[in-house]
């Protein structure tokens, strides 16, 4: 089973409008990590955050976990139309390999 | 730098033939993966290398899927027989440790008639 699920499944937005996309996962984690998925450039990397952090930030994105609720969220502000994707949390424990989720799709109409 | 390679890009085959993909991962990355992914899921790992050794293969179905790497570089995944439902597209990622953040390759669409 997925350890990761995201919500919402689907997302619809305008174009510099802000999305947020949810993750909450079963088990104690060691790291949690965001990808997106589009044709153009396959699975993407976008952010890493580590268990005893809280929130971090990388241009428009910006992450944040809670352990206590064994969740996270992923803010894009300022959407742009190359923004659309698909977007998934994957989670790591330690020296377990990554879990993904079934992810988010997101689309960001001009 | 170089991103992972992967190659074929597009594979039809009949089901019960064999079939293998081919990837190449960024110089130096110790740790290597095979995902499958079919549509509308995320990627589901089928197996992790450290260098060439076998750190997880758990989801890897055994009696079909095969996979090595070796010398510890470039790494074969082959399935055969292969089923309808391996109808998916095989992604490689490699990293320079486990828990750290996963560069993939472009991927190989498979498609089983």
């Known amino acids: 089973s997925q350890q990761g699920e995201e919500d919402p499944q689907a997302l619809s937005i305008q174009e510099g409008e802000n999305a947020t996309m949810n993750c909450s996962y079963k088990t104690s984690i060691n790291n949690l990590q965001w990808y997106r998925q589009n044709s153009g450039r396959g699975l993407v990397h976008l952010i890493l955050?580590?268990?005893?952090?809280r929130e971090k930030h990388s241009g428009r994105l910006r992450v944040t976990l809670d352990t206590s609720k064994k969740s996270s969220s992923l803010l894009i502000t300022a959407s742009r139309a190359a923004d659309t994707a698909s977007y998934f949390c994957a989670t790591g424990s330690g020296y377990s390999t990554l879990t993904f989720g079934k992810g988010t799709m997101l689309l960001v109409s001009p | 730098e170089a991103g992972v390679a992967q190659s074929p890009r597009y594979k039809i085959i009949e089901k019960r033939q064999s079939v293998a993909f081919w990837c190449n991962p960024i110089s130096g990355h110790a740790t290597l993966y095979w995902y499958q992914q079919i549509l509308g899921q995320g990627p589901k790992l089928l197996i992790q290398?450290?260098?060439?050794?076998?750190?997880?293969d758990s989801q890897l179905p055994k009696d079909r899927f095969s996979a090595e790497r070796l010398k510890g570089v470039d790494s074969t995944l082959k399935i055969q027989p292969a089923k309808l439902e391996d109808s998916a597209v095989y992604l490689c990622?490699?990293?320079?440790?486990?828990?750290?953040?996963?560069?993939f390759g472009p991927g190989t669409r498979l498609t089983v008639t």
């Open positions: 990622a490699s990293s320079t440790r486990t828990d750290d953040e996963q560069y």
């Open positions: 955050i580590r268990s005893n952090e």
């Open positions: 290398f450290q260098n060439n050794g076998v750190v997880d």
